[in-house]
T-cell receptor
């Protein structure tokens, strides 16, 4: 069974701080990795994806991938209260499996 | 594009009744996924289709659950008979099945919230 593990959280950071979200996966052959954000009562929405080892930046968000360690992370810089949500890590092979999610609260 | 369309948005039914959830994927997407989300178990993959063909239904909880995709623009998830433990939000998502960067991103529907009394 392919596993995707995330910090159980909850994670609380002050406004303006950096939030760090982590994820590990069990299938060494996995190639595509995604971060989704889910607000309460809403459906998951894509933040960003990453395929290659290293960092990928998009505005305040940076995804980091280390395939050797089977580890992917998401950094949110200058966190805002509107970033408060559950963040889901996902791994895509033919199917797409999600971690349990980490609930982030950004306090004003 | 209107996105992934699911219906009904909310369903309340009694134990033992048949429930049918519907999904219309984004036009041009050739992969369709059904997920179930609960507080206890998170977002679970139930089944997915490529080009209308079921590829992996190992996540379907038991024989009470069935899914079909008769054509590229429509899929159903049926529960018969329903039980209180089936209460959850059911999401449908679609994507292109393509290894090109960004092409295999899943887009989710708004979900169907099912309550079985």
């Amino acid at each position: 069974q392919k596993e995707v593990e995330q910090n159980s959280g909850p994670l609380s950071v002050p406004e303006g701080a950096i939030a760090s979200l982590n994820c590990t996966y069990s299938d060494r052959g996995s190639q595509s990795f995604f971060w989704y954000r889910q607000y309460s009562g809403k459906s998951p929405e894509l933040i960003m994806f990453i395929y290659s080892n290293g960092d990928k930046e998009d505005g305040r968000f940076t995804a980091q991938l280390n395939k050797a360690s089977q580890y992917v992370s998401l950094l949110i810089r200058d966190s805002q209260p509107s970033d408060s949500a559950t963040y889901l890590c996902a791994v895509r092979d033919n199917d797409m499996r999600f971690g349990a999610g980490t609930r982030l609260t950004v306090k004003p | 594009d209107a996105g992934v369309i699911q219906s009904p948005r909310h369903e309340v039914t009694e134990m033992g009744q048949e429930v049918t959830l519907r999904c219309k994927p984004i036009s041009g997407h050739n992969s369709l996924f059904w997920y179930r989300q609960t507080m206890m178990r998170g977002l679970e993959l139930l089944i997915y289709f490529n080009n209308n063909v079921p590829i992996d239904d190992s996540g379907m909880p038991e024989d009470r659950f069935s899914a079909k995709m008769p054509n590229a623009s429509f899929s159903t998830l049926k529960i018969q008979p329903s039980e209180p433990r089936d209460s959850a939000v059911y999401f449908c998502a679609s994507s292109q099945q393509d290894r090109e960067a960004g092409a295999n991103v899943l887009t989710f529907g708004a979900g169907s919230r099912l309550t079985v009394l």
